[in-house]
């Protein structure tokens, strides 16, 4: 994934959300944040859906299913 002090950071942000949060609000806190862009695009790529929990967002994103 990313580099481990993006993954804190990442997961810093994720943290804020309440959850269920949609892909659309995952993407705007990432942004309003302003996340690497290289985070912010695998961000992008998530599938569109309600994700659970950061560790659920997390997940998608290790797993590669991120991929359109």
């Known amino acids: 994934m ?11 942000v994720l ?3 309440s959850y269920p949060a949609d892909k659309v609000r995952i ?4 942004e309003v944040h302003d996340l690497g862009i290289d985070v912010r695009r695998r ?3 998530l599938p569109y859906r309600h ?4 560790s659920e967002v997390l997940a998608v994103l290790s ?3 991120d991929r359109s």
Do not use: M
């Not at 993407?27 to 990432?30: K, L, N, Q, S």
């Open 2 to 12: 990313e580099t481990e002090d993006e993954e804190t950071e990442l997961r810093q």
């Open 15 to 17: 943290d804020e959300l």
């Open 27 to 30: 993407v705007i806190c990432a």
């Open 43 to 45: 961000l992008h790529h």
């Open 51 to 54: 994700y659970s929990s950061p």
């Open 63 to 65: 797993s590669g299913t």
